[in-house]
């Protein structure tokens, strides 16, 4: 028996996607397994145990989409008890629909819950992280050790689900000759993923010891490559880098999974393959219905993230691009680029669309399919080609994805787009400069970006932008530049949603390699045992770029709601930046 595992906490409106991916690759070797979202199981049982019941039990069905009827009576304020939450976004009163205005309240009610768990329960308890700062900068693996001696109520909620787990899947018998071992593998795509992933290796070494525990995810692709602290084999037999399909076949083959055991052809034949540019999740076990949708913002860009049922699949793997000076391109997963085509691309989406019975949403009335494309870039060509078979199809859905705002996004191309169910794209502005946007190649410059918002927003296509403060060789004017330049775009409407974040110089970027060329100096450290990927470097003459992570924050934050676009760039800069982070 395969199983695949999901640890607390990732995003908990749809699955994590990285179990969907392997069941799928799996099912193509024909090899059985079972996936389990262990991220939406514990926090349901916790906000559960520890809420306000019935009352919390009520919120989560309808956020669950169970019992929409209920909304005229969660939307009257001064039904649910309000906390922090409810003051931070005062801006909840402006939504006039019921549906919306319930499922704002019912998120910000569960957010002030989650806040209380926190704060008296148990101090590592969070939405879409669990105990973060245990995976951030972590070179020794002592300090995860110490941390698993210790056991939270969150803890042992997650203990008692990964038992209960493993009795019904895999129940505890004698070995007879022949059998083939259990093989856990479990996912760590973020460092609040760390603590959770580690805790059900920890359990199931204790009530399964001949298991195989495998650890994969993003977290380990990028922070665990030199790795080679002993300890580790107490708790995984692998640590599995990029996709982990080859990591499954080549590990599976020893163990007795393999084609021997079907005459299917076609199965044979993928087990000796290399890997195909596109393999069809599947979403097999996993519950829709017991997934959560939090609104904490009106603001339709922003919310998609932690709001409606996702079916999360790549359209292509890697990036047609990989070029961004501070992107970790040495990696596969990046570097190694594959594009199907359209055909297989869609087979897929009607597939999952079938096998899943996506569930009604409030708020949303009954929507279509809706996917999620979780490519780092898509290519242009195969989103015009993607699109035309959906058109072709009259296939009805819905999705968004990442892109690249380069030149491609035409105006005819943008709504072929949206013709086919096309709602949203985020990609990255960076630093929104052009003399940076050149020095780390990001291939863009405003201009281009610029008619690439306009192409996007004529055709109704919602635009988030990642962006970039701090890196290197910036100037504190050059900020104020691209503080400036997103502002005008949230005011001419091209540019719904966005969010700064502060550079990090990982060693897997060509910055790590000629750090002299972008003027800056790697700090030296002790050697990483355990997770290294963010690494120390200092930069003579550099602003204080702590002191602008608040006045950005708060700058996007009134944009997002249609505020302080009038104000000039100093407001933010000269008043807010003066009381720190």
């Not at 009352?55 to 001064?78: H, M, N, S, W, Y």
């Not at 204790?206 to 002993?230: N, Q």
């Not at 494309?373 to 819905?398: G, Y």
């Not at 052009?434 to 970006?449: E, F, P």
Request: charged fraction near 25%; proline fraction near 8%; hydrophobic fraction near 40%.
């Amino acid at each position: 028996m395969i199983l695949l595992l999901t640890p607390p906490l990732t995003q908990l409106n749809t699955p994590y996607p990285a179990t969907a991916a392997l069941t799928g690759w799996l099912e193509r070797l024909g090899v059985e397994s079972v996936q389990r979202d262990l991220s939406i199981e514990v926090a349901l049982d916790v906000l559960s145990r520890y809420g306000e019941q019935p009352l919390t039990d009520r919120v989560i069905a309808f956020l669950q989409g169970k019992c929409p009827d209920d909304a005229e009576e969660l939307a009257d304020p001064d039904f649910l008890p309000e906390g922090d939450s409810f003051r931070e976004l005062d801006h909840i009163g402006w939504v006039a629909d019921p549906l919306e205005r319930a499922k704002l309240r019912c998120s910000l009610y569960l957010d002030d819950l989650a806040k209380a768990i926190q704060e008296q329960v148990d101090p590592d308890f969070g939405f879409s992280r669990y105990a973060e700062h245990l995976g951030e900068a972590l070179p020794d693996f002592g300090v995860l050790l110490r941390r698993l001696r210790r056991h939270t109520p969150g803890d042992r909620i997650l203990e008692r689900k990964v038992a209960q787990i493993l009795d019904e899947v895999a129940p505890n018998r004698p070995t007879r000759k022949g059998d083939r071992p259990l093989v856990v593998g479990i996912t760590c795509p973020f460092p609040g993923t760390l603590l959770g992933a580690f805790r059900i290796a920890s359990v199931v070494r204790k009530l399964r010891p001949e298991a195989r525990l495998w650890l994969g995810g993003g977290y380990v692709s990028t922070e665990l490559r030199f790795a080679d602290d002993p300890r580790i084999k107490r708790y995984f037999d692998e640590l599995m880098f990029d996709e982990g399909y080859d990591n499954f076949r080549k590990l599976l083959a020893p163990l007795g999974y393999g084609p021997g055991r079907t005459r299917v052809r076609a199965v044979r034949e993928a087990w000796r393959m290399p890997i195909p540019p596109f393999v069809k999740p599947s979403y097999r076990g996993l519950d829709l219905t017991q997934y959560i949708d939090l609104a904490e913002t009106a603001n339709p860009m922003h919310r998609l993230w932690s709001d409606g049922r996702w079916l999360k699949m790549q359209l292509a793997r890697g990036c047609y691009w990989h070029k961004c000076a501070f992107c970790d391109v040495t990696l596969d997963y990046i570097k190694c680029f594959a594009m199907p085509d359209a055909e297989t691309l869609v087979d897929a989406m009607q597939a999952l669309a079938a096998e899943t019975q996506m569930p009604h949403v409030p708020g949303n009335g009954c929507p279509p399919p809706s996917f999620h494309f979780t490519d780092e870039a898509i290519p242009p060509v195969l989103a015009e080609k993607l699109a035309r078979e959906i058109l072709r199809r009259k296939f009805v859905c819905r999705w968004w994805g990442n892109i690249r705002f380069d030149a491609s996004w035409t105006p005819a191309r943008c709504r072929l787009l949206a013709e086919a169910g096309c709602i949203a794209v985020t990609g990255g502005l960076e630093c929104a400069v052009d003399r940076l946007l050149k020095l780390m190649n990001k291939g863009i410059t405003r201009a281009s970006a610029q008619v690439a918002l306009t192409n996007f927003a004529q055709a109704g296509i919602l635009v988030h932008a990642y962006l970039m403060y701090g890196f290197p060789t910036q100037t504190e004017r050059e900020l104020r530049s691209a503080l400036a330049y997103v502002r005008d775009r949230f005011r001419e409407g091209t540019l719904q949603s966005a969010f700064f974040h502060r550079f990090a110089l990982t060693i897997h970027s060509p910055i790590a390699k000629e750090p002299a060329r972008f003027g800056i100096r790697i700090v030296p450290r002790p050697k990483a045992r355990f997770a290294l990927n963010e690494i120390p470097y200092e930069e003579p003459g550099a602003p204080d770029w702590g002191r602008f992570g608040r006045p950005l924050k708060l700058a996007l934050y009134n944009y997002m709601l249609g505020l302080g676009l009038s104000k000039p760039i100093s407001f933010w800069f000269d008043s807010v930046a003066q009381e720190g982070e």
